[in-house]
Nanobody, 116 residues
Framework: QVQLVESGGGLVQPGGSLRLSCAAS????????IFWARQAPGKERERVSCISSRDVGRYYQDSVKGRFTISRDNVKNTVYLQMNSLKPEDTAVYYC?????????WGNGTLVTVSS
């Protein structure tokens, strides 16, 4: 059974940090590019960051460059998103997405709330 399970979300004050984790199972995880996407209330889902299958390339949306860092551990089948200097506009449900050609897996998301 394919699973992507996100964790690490929560409530944090502006300027704070969180580290999200995405644990994968049930598929050849190390052959997949992994994305983090987010969806804020009333807005469309957007891609935040991506890491290639063998970590030869990383992508960041302009709004998170310099603040977020994506990484992966192909032994633990886990992808991380370190989020620093968080802003209220980072508030959203964050989703993990595994992609290989036409195959596309999604987790159920973890809520990040940035508020004082």
């Amino acid at each position: 059974q394919v699973q992507l399970v996100e964790s690490g979300g929560g409530l944090v004050q502006p300027g704070g940090s969180l580290r999200l984790s995405c644990a994968a199972s049930g598929f050849t995880y190390d052959q997949y590019n992994i994305f983090w996407a987010r969806q804020a209330p009333g807005k469309e889902r957007e891609r935040v960051s991506c890491i290639s299958s063998r970590d030869v390339g990383r992508y960041y949306q302009d709004s998170v460059k310099g603040r977020f860092t994506i990484s992966r551990d192909n032994v633990k089948n886990t992808v991380y998103l370190q989020m620093n200097s968080l802003k209220p506009e980072d508030t959203a449900v964050y989703y993990c997405n595994g992609r290989q050609y036409a195959t596309n897996y999604w987790g159920n998301g973890t809520l990040v709330t940035v508020s004082s």
